[in-house]
């Protein structure tokens, strides 16, 4: 087996609090493999969304070791952990987060515009991406003209346009009704069919079931769910 | 109201004294007609040495009825004052009562000499009237005594209407009086119109298009910081809109909502008008210093209760505009849409539409205004780049009046002509003496003298003369400018002569020398030496051509001119004196005082100022402007940068959200700078560029203080419109690097 995508290592992360610290994580060590679906879990304000944005490697304020695709995180500068991020990862939000005055194909253009891509091959890549998902009817539309579950489609459209080594998901079916939360999740799975990297994190257990392994998070730390 | 002869070529001027006399018999009970003939005299004080000059002002015995002035002490002239045989009377000026006898009461009585004539104070006006009659002694005017031609046009006409009678009647009334002379006297009233004008309006003409350009610049500046305000206010709101959206939800009405901005609105409102009075109240001074040379009645300018309404005027206007959008703006807010939570909802889009408009508006006044200033300055460099003809470097100029003068003449055309050209002669004669003295000061390298100094426009006389041997139409013989000089003149003034010679120095030569205008107008091709001029009672012979001067004012071109020797033909009762040195040229006005006082006591020395004074005074008016146009154009700049700051660090707040997402997809911190740079350089382009095209529209409205607008002037708008490129570049970058700084994380998580 090869080495796992991602690796972390007594990963802590905390805030300054009058006189001390708030602690947000503490020692959190998991290793996520190449194809794995991982489903986070765990109460409101544990600590998921803190640690989905040191996976996404928005935020570099933390303590331990964290490995991404065989490189260092750590200690490394803000510009080589851009590229990172830029090369491996995809994210989608709880509000999937389109541009409002962009269309759907501008909005799925963007993470291409801002990487070293000639301008045919983003138009062929947004094509691919419009078919592969069933939205080409929209692509002239703005966001604020389609429902949330379409809104979310195309946000999952958007993160995987760059073909990233992992995609990350935070809350992606939280504002959703349960139909469209159903076919977005039938989405994730597909793609990790396809041999995707999943990190989400839910609270729907149902769809926490749907990934391979699930782990919970209380008050910072981090625990296997028993299967 | 002042009544003004317009006949071509010359622009407007006096009438003559038969056409005074006939006005003056038609005053009635709708309008009643005051005559002024304006002069300088000189005057002694019995038993006293030292002379002084004063301004003169020879009236009709309506005059101070039309003007509507009572003396302060004394009585005023009336027509029985103008009888020939009346004891000499005189009102004096308040200023010149004080200055002579110590007091204003204590003028009364008291003898005066003025030239040879004995006259007796009668009266004193008061001193609040020295601002509308700037004379410093008014004599009763004996018109019927002098030069009876209807060519020779002297008379100032005032005139008062009674209510109910409007100036559009006068000027009816004055059409059918002209229509009648024209067809009497063609010679003289062909093509003349008069024309009536508001005293104030008459007196502020020079500069009123000159105060409307400044009061147009005063409500640009205005408008900037209205829409800076109301940005302010949108802003605030912006900020506001959950709060204000609940409590629409709960309830609220519309007074309710709209009370906070429009409270906030009238406070900062008060705060501006105090301020404002304040800084008007310090600043006068200041603004009296600069426009000292070129705007009359400035000492009447004051902050009393009509700058107070103006004042209050203009605030309660501000304040409703700036308060009033935002007002608006917390109703449309107010509504539904303030509560759908998402990230860019219906209220933001409105504001900020509005403020990107009021932003690139202010963007666009203040290119407007920095396009004005700067055509203005650059018109001004031009101005000082001018070629006045001659070497204005060490050079004195001082008045003096002659002391040949011709008496009023009692009959005929003859023997008033002989009497002014024997006065001519013994001035010439006197000033050759005199000159000679005043070369003999220390320093002096040369002295002359002119009727008038070039570039003051002052005393100018002009009119027809004809070309001997050319047959004219009526009214279409050259209008010509007349000067006196003495021989030395063009030598040490350095004025070329171009052609042929100067004239000869003998008493009896009736010889002349034009300028290139006038050669080139009236000999294109030809060679004007030898051709001869008819002015008056003789002809005189062109014995050269000298190079044009600008008599008027750095800004005015040359008009055709001759030039007279003093002694060969009448001349003016006054000329000036020119000194020509090496040194500070003002350092001669010691010197040259005392020479007089030594040589000639009886002379009065007024106005003594270096050439180069003259000149700044040419420019003072176009100075003053542009210092103005310079303080708006600044004003308007800063306040511009401060709300085109003020909105990029908004929208870069309001945008947070977005730029996180875009840095979470990717996004370099540079590409996130740039986004918002480009909206700054949007605006800037879309409101520096209509501000641009403003100004090229408003730059004809500058004519009046610009000369010869021109190749250069592109240099303005270019200057202008980079200078405000750069100062956006500089407001948008504080915003534009806090942007690419958001940590993206920080930026999804705030919603
Ligand atoms: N910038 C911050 N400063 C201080 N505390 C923070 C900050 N951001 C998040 N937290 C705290 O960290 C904890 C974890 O937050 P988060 O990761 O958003 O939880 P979850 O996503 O599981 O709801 C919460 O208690 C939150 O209040
Ligand atoms: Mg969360």
């Not at chain 2, 030395?488 to 003034?493: E, G, M, P, Q």
């Amino acid at each position: 087996m090869s080495d796992p995508v991602i690796q972390l290592k007594g990963v802590e992360k905390s805030y300054p609090l009058k006189g001390g610290r708030s602690w947000v994580l503490r020692q959190v060590n998991i290793n996520v493999n190449q194809g794995d679906f991982i489903s986070i879990m765990g109460p409101s304000g544990s600590g998921k969304s803190s640690l989905l944005n040191i996976l996404g490697l928005l935020d570099s304020e933390f303590d331990g070791e964290y490995s991404l695709a065989g490189e260092k995180v750590n200690g490394t500068s803000e510009k080589q952990r851009k590229k990172l991020a830029r090369d491996h990862i995809g994210f989608i939000f709880q509000h999937y987060h389109l541009l409002d005055d962009l269309t759907v194909y501008e909005n799925l253009d963007l993470p291409l515009s801002y990487r070293d891509v000639s301008a045919a091959e983003r138009k062929a890549r947004v094509g691919d991406v419009l078919d592969r998902f069933q939205i080409v009817g929209k692509k002239d539309l703005y966001p604020n003209q389609l429902s949330g579950g379409q809104q979310q489609l195309v946000a999952v459209a958007r993160a995987v346009i760059t073909e990233p080594a992992v995609l990350l998901a935070d809350e992606p079916t939280g504002a959703l009704h349960s139909t469209q939360g159903k076919m977005i999740m039938d989405l994730l799975v597909e793609l990790n069919g396809q041999g995707m990297t999943i990190v989400q994190v839910t609270h729907n257990p149902e769809y926490a079931a749907r990934g391979n392994r699930r782990v919970e998070l209380f008050d910072g730390w981090l625990q296997p769910v028993a299967e | 109201m002042p009544i003004r002869r317009e006949q071509a070529p010359v622009q407007a001027g006096p009438i003559s004294p038969p056409a005074w006399q006939e006005l003056e018999e038609s005053s009635d009970n709708q309008v009643q007609f005051a005559g002024v003939m304006q002069a300088a005299r000189t005057m002694r004080r019995n038993g006293e040495a030292g002379a002084e000059l004063l301004q003169v002002a020879e009236v009709s015995g309506d005059y101070f009825e039309v003007m509507g002035a009572t003396p302060a002490f004394g009585r005023a002239l009336d027509s029985g004052d103008q009888d020939a045989d009346a004891d000499s009377a005189a009102v004096v000026s308040a200023a010149l009562a004080q200055r002579l006898f110590g007091s204003a009461s204590s003028a009364l009585g008291q003898d005066l000499r003025l030239d040879d004539q004995q006259v007796v104070v009668v009266g004193v006006m008061p001193s609040a009237l020295a601002d509308v009659m700037e004379e410093d002694l008014w004599l009763p005017a004996r018109f019927q005594l002098r030069h009876q031609s209807r060519g020779n046009n002297y008379i100032r006409v005032l005139a008062r209407l009674q209510p109910g009678f409007a100036a559009e009647a006068l000027e009816a009334r004055l059409a059918a009086v002209v229509t009648r002379w024209e067809s009497e006297y063609p010679e003289s009233h062909l093509g003349m119109r008069l024309s009536v004008h508001g005293l104030l309006d008459w007196q502020t003409r020079d500069v009123a298009s000159m105060l409307w350009l400044l009061q147009g610049a005063v409500l640009l500046v205005l408008a900037v910081a209205c829409a800076n305000v109301a940005n302010l206010a949108l802003a605030r709101l912006a900020g506001r809109r959950r709060e204000l959206a609940t409590e629409a939800a709960l309830g609220a009405g519309r007074a309710h909502l709209m009370a906070g901005s429009i409270a906030e609105a009238v406070l900062l409102g008060l705060g501006g008008l105090v301020l404002g009075l304040l800084l008007a109240h310090f600043g006068l001074a200041t603004l009296k210093l600069l426009a000292s040379e070129s705007v009359p009645r400035l000492s009447q300018l004051q902050v009393g209760p009509q700058a107070w309404t103006m004042a209050v005027a203009t605030t309660v206007f501000a304040t409703a505009i700036s308060g009033l959008l935002p007002a608006w703006a917390t109703l449309q807010m107010g509504g539904a849409e303030g509560l759908r939570g998402g990230r860019q909802d219906g209220a933001d889009a409105i504001g900020g539409g509005w403020r990107q408009t009021l932003v690139a508006g202010q963007l666009a006044l203040s290119a407007l205004l920095l396009v004005s200033c700067l055509l203005v300055l650059l018109s001004l460099s031009r101005l000082a780049a001018v070629d006045p003809g001659f070497d204005t470097s060490g050079v004195l100029t001082g008045r003096i009046s002659l002391p040949a003068v011709a008496a009023l003449e009692v009959d005929g055309e003859g023997s008033g002509y002989e009497r002014m050209l024997e006065a001519s002669v013994n001035n010439a004669r006197f000033l050759d003496d005199l000159l000679r003295e005043v070369r003999a000061i220390p320093g002096v390298e040369g002295a002359t003298a002119i009727d008038s100094a070039p570039l003051t426009g002052n005393n100018n006389w002009n009119g027809e003369v004809s070309i001997v041997g050319r047959d004219y139409a009526v009214g279409t013989a050259p209008t010509v400018e007349w000067r006196w000089v003495s021989p030395t003149y063009f030598d040490t003034i350095g004025v070329p002569v171009s052609r042929g010679r100067l004239p000869s120095t003998a008493a009896d030569a009736r010889e002349t020398v034009i300028n290139q205008r006038f050669a080139d107008e009236q000999f294109a091709g030809v060679d004007p030496i030898g051709e001869r001029v008819a002015w008056w009672n003789d002809e005189y012979e062109i014995v050269g051509v000298v190079g044009d001067v600008r008599q008027w004012s750095l800004g005015r071109d040359t008009s055709a001119e001759m030039y007279f020797r003093y002694g060969q033909a009448p001349s003016p009762e006054t000329t000036t004196l020119i000194l020509r040195t090496g040194m500070d040229p003002l350092s001669l006005t010691e010197p040259l005082r005392r020479k007089l006082q030594e040589v000639a006591p009886d002379t009065a020395l007024f106005a003594l100022r270096s050439m180069q004074q003259i000149e700044a005074r040419s420019l003072s008016q176009s100075a003053f402007v542009g210092q103005l146009l310079a303080l708006f154009a600044v004003t308007a700049l800063l306040v511009s940068a401060v709300g085109l700051y003020g909105l990029l660090s908004f929208s870069v707040a309001r945008r947070g959200q977005e730029l996180g997402v875009r840095l979470a997809l990717g996004a370099t911190p540079a590409a996130v700078r740039q986004l918002v740079l480009n909206e700054a350089l949007k605006l800037s382009v879309i409101g520096i560029g209509t501000g641009l095209i403003g100004a090229y529209f408003a730059s004809r409205l500058l004519a009046s203080v610009v000369y010869q607008p021109g190749g250069s002037d592109a240099l303005a708008y270019l200057a202008a419109g980079l200078a405000l490129a750069m100062i956006a570049a500089i407001a948008a970058w504080t915003p534009a690097a806090r942007a690419a700084g958001l940590p993206p994380m920080r930026a999804l998580r705030a919603d």
